[in-house]
């Protein structure tokens, strides 16, 4: 067999069987491999953005890699954006990127590119296979850094001599699972006694520790220490709903999240970062642990998270049932006209269980955690690094991922013109994605943050770069035109009963939701 | 004044006063700034592929640089592979590329980002403004590197606080204009003797000596030795069409380049390189120089190419009116069903004086350069890195450059969804650019490309992987979500009809054209 089949099946037999692809000439020997690899779904998107994001979404959610297919440096850097923000999730994720054959480099040919440094940026692992011997064990390598503990993105240069010459290796076995570490013992018994010392304490979860079992424990530890439970400000996938302990998210301005961490003596690190200012403003700290805050770590990335949560609601003595759940609880249906709050109802209203919500709503999205709390268990994925247009591909990757699921992407109308060609592929798949456009037809968090960062001139030229108008955008047509019904709504109602036809169906659909340019 | 205002004085100064810009938070005191600096025209992107393609199609026409502005590694991320087009082309180009804080970056806020890396990999100048005294000077010096000559991608990364903080010193004066070298007149004479020696050569022009007065001096030197005159496959802005010498371009298939070369003995490089192979392919040459045959250079990148042309059409005696223009010649009128050879003489026919074609036709535009060749002239620029995607947002930057040419972008089908969403930017600033969509519903390049590395599979997981139906793209749905007025057409006849109708109207609009899926 060749280098490309090789590489396929070592995939498949690690457990990659799912490959968002967007390939070049360079990449013809993998995709012609994929006929003789069936176990493998080559999934077609017209944009590397999209496979990148997707493979986050997939990730995410299922906890082991997808691959992408990328073609050279250029389809490295379309699909850059979403890996920066795999990264910062610490999704698994394997990239393939095929190259020029080895010996063709030194002609320096229109796509020869510098794919190590731009792979470098995103990549916790990274390699360049030498030869079609070595692409089975190159690639059970990629897998096992990808998995981790922790997830990254491990990028695999595949030169195209090295995909169609012959291998005499074959395919690699998968390399052993590794296990998170516990947290020590002693340390577990050091920040029981912070947490039973009176100072005010927070436990601040990020990573792998705020699904159900790690929300649970660390609320048995609240709970009986009196100590707050916070949660990062953009979790990579979030469980959340009725029955399962809420998780106060620290806010995204860094005046909301001061006043969140006010008086706190302790921070208990969980999975986390200690929290830091999105932004730097003149003036303003980007350090926003409080003064005298002693900051302490739990479980670092890799650990056991919610493992040393129960080891730690054991030490401080926490019953088994005195995790404090979020009530069952549910907006009445909306009515009215179209406004942040009604479309925050509307979604709480209206989400059904288990669905996976991928939150890129920015500012509009400002109250539906709240109106949200309470609905049936699900799932909430967010934008973890900040390069935008992660929603419509990350709902894609998702969907592949949970097929059962509902999948309900939310997505700012500025943010979704960075990959809406998702659609398509949401189209292509059949898969079931409910996509709601918040379309205040502007970048309404630069308005904001041209006020936040001083700059308060804000003339005429300065808005016409921040507004989405002249012309309007119409997410109907666009969606239209990629495969995917859509309709526009115009009131609370409308949009209520369209959010459970669109869960009640199966396939793609999309909701345009017309709302106010100010925030409100 | 603070630093982005002494930025935005210094690039006016220097002669950059368009910027296409996707602004996010670090960058909100360069927006302010606008409407200080109103001589600076910004033009919003919807992503930055669109930007950096559009900056490219602004550069390749003017010869001076526009200005990107990009939000940190992501931003610089999804406009990377349009910067590589630049790359290829030595446009000059500017990017600010804001950066968080100097004071910031420690925090590893969720945007920190590898920048440099990213950047380098496509910049031929790179510098990170320390301070905001310092931005006029590298504001500057950024122009100065970009312009060159030759032109190169220049990438000025601007901390928010180098943006915000009071600038002492304020604009800068630009930089004294650099001209290109001559040829020196040993090798000119040196070069006449290989060209009178009787031994086969060919001069292959590339750079900046495809416009008519580099190819009336080459024209010269060929007629009266009777070298052959070739040029690169893709250049980056070749003046053609009637009482201009054509320039026969070398085949993007190395088959056909060889054929072309075959039994040259001596090779005249004008501002090119050696035509290697575009992609390796098993069992065939990378390097298409025939064997045997010798390399010359008469101009490399900087030197002043059309100069040196002049000089050896001098050294071989050729008399002023000696070069061999193209004569005049438009097809009839095509009828009956749209293929690649009636859309070809429908653009024949069609093409007014003074157009800018853009092409990123690809497969579709097989005949397009034939038919067009004796139309009135025109410029032509194509896609010079391989990095597909740069069609619409080069038609953008063309028409900004020359608002009062009609602009022709001839854009397959899949390529166009990588940045479709220039088309909205087209709307906002109203520009004068006719789309034509070719339309065959495949990456067709990549079938062919399919047999051509020898993957002789092709199956239906691989087939399904090339091919963009189900569901089909409705670019006449698409384009008017964008803002765009567009219409499918269905004969030759109608394509006629409607590329006249665009031309004679301003403002952008785009024509759908369905074509087979097969070649031919």
Redo the contacts between chains.
């Keep these: 067999m060749n280098g490309a089949r090789a590489l396929l099946s070592t995939l498949v037999e690690s457990g990659v069987d799912v490959c968002f692809?967007n390939?070049?000439?360079?990449e013809?020997?993998f995709?012609?491999?994929?006929?003789?690899v069936?176990q493998m779904r080559?999934i077609?998107t017209?944009?590397e953005?999209v496979a990148t994001g997707a493979a986050d979404g997939y990730g995410r959610m299922t906890g082991r890699p997808a691959a992408t297919l990328l073609h050279l440096?250029?389809?490295l850097?379309?699909g850059?954006?979403n890996l920066?923000n795999a990264r910062?999730a610490r999704t698994p994720v394997v990239n393939i990127v095929g190259d020029?054959?080895t010996?063709?480099t030194r002609?320096?040919?229109?796509?020869e590119?510098?794919i190590a440094?731009?792979a470098?940026?995103v990549s916790g692992w990274y390699r360049v296979t030498a030869r079609a011997d070595d692409v089975g064990a190159d690639a059970a390598d990629a897998v096992a850094a990808a998995t981790g503990p922790p997830g990254c993105v491990a990028t695999l240069v595949l030169p195209?001599?090295a995909s169609?010459s012959e291998s005499d290796t074959g395919p690699c076995a998968t390399r052993p699972k590794v296990r998170p570490s516990p947290a020590p013992t002693e340390l577990v018994d050091q920040l029981a006694q912070v947490l039973r010392s009176g100072e005010k304490t927070a436990l601040l979860l990020g990573g792998t520790s705020v699904r159900a079992r790690g929300l649970h424990a660390a609320s048995r530890v609240c709970a009986t220490t009196g100590a707050m439970l916070l949660g990062e400000t953009?979790p990579a996938n979030l469980e959340r709903g009725a029955g399962i302990p809420a998780l106060d998210r620290l806010g995204y301005l860094a005046e909301f999240a001061q006043a969140q961490l006010d008086g706190v003596q302790h921070l208990i690190l969980v999975d986390a970062?200690a929290p830091?200012?999105?932004?730097?403003y003149?003036g303003k700290a980007?350090?926003l642990v409080p003064a005298g805050c002693t900051v302490h770590t739990l479980a670092w990335p890799g650990q056991d998270a919610p493992g040393a949560l129960e080891t730690l609601a054991e030490a401080v003595g926490a019953a088994q049932g005195s995790a404090i759940p979020a009530p069952a609880a549910r907006p009445d249906r909306p009515t009215g006209p179209l406004s942040p709050a009604t479309l925050a109802a509307a979604l709480g209203a209206a989400l059904p269980e288990g669905a996976i919500v991928v939150d890129e709503g920015n500012t509009s999205g400002l109250f539906v955690a709240g109106a949200t709390a309470g609905a049936p268990p699900h799932d909430w994925l967010t934008l973890?690094?900040?390069?935008i247009?992660i929603g419509l591909p990350a709902a894609t990757g998702a969907a592949v991922a949970a097929p059962d699921r509902p999948v309900l992407c939310l997505q700012a109308d500025?943010s979704a013109?960075?990959t809406?060609?998702a659609l398509?592929t949401q189209?292509?798949e059949d898969l079931n994605v409910t996509t709601v456009v918040l379309a205040n037809r502007s970048y309404a968090?630069?308005n904001m943050?041209?006020q936040r960062?001083?700059?308060?001139?804000?003339?005429?030229?300065?808005r016409?770069?921040?507004?989405?108008t002249?012309?309007?955008?119409?997410?109907?047509?666009?969606s239209?035109?990629?495969?995917v019904p859509a309709r526009r709504v115009e009131s609370a109602e409308e949009l209520t009963k369209a959010l459970e036809a669109s869960f009640a169906e199966p396939g793609p659909s999309l909701i345009e939701v017309p709302l106010p340019q100010s925030l409100g």
Tied chains: 1, 2.
């Design positions: 692809a390939p070049g000439t360079s013809m020997h995709v012609a491999a994929l006929d003789e069936p080559g077609l017209l944009f953005g440096g250029p389809g850097g379309n850059l954006a920066h910062r020029h054959a010996y063709h002609y320096d040919a229109p796509l590119s510098d440094s731009i470098g940026s195209a001599d169609w953009f970062k830091v200012s999105f932004f730097a003149p980007s350090d973890t690094g900040g390069a247009g500025g013109m960075y809406l060609q398509w189209a292509r968090i630069l943050e041209l960062v001083g700059a308060d001139a804000g003339g005429p030229a300065a016409r770069l921040l507004d989405l002249e012309p309007d955008l119409d997410f109907t047509a666009l239209q035109g990629l495969g």
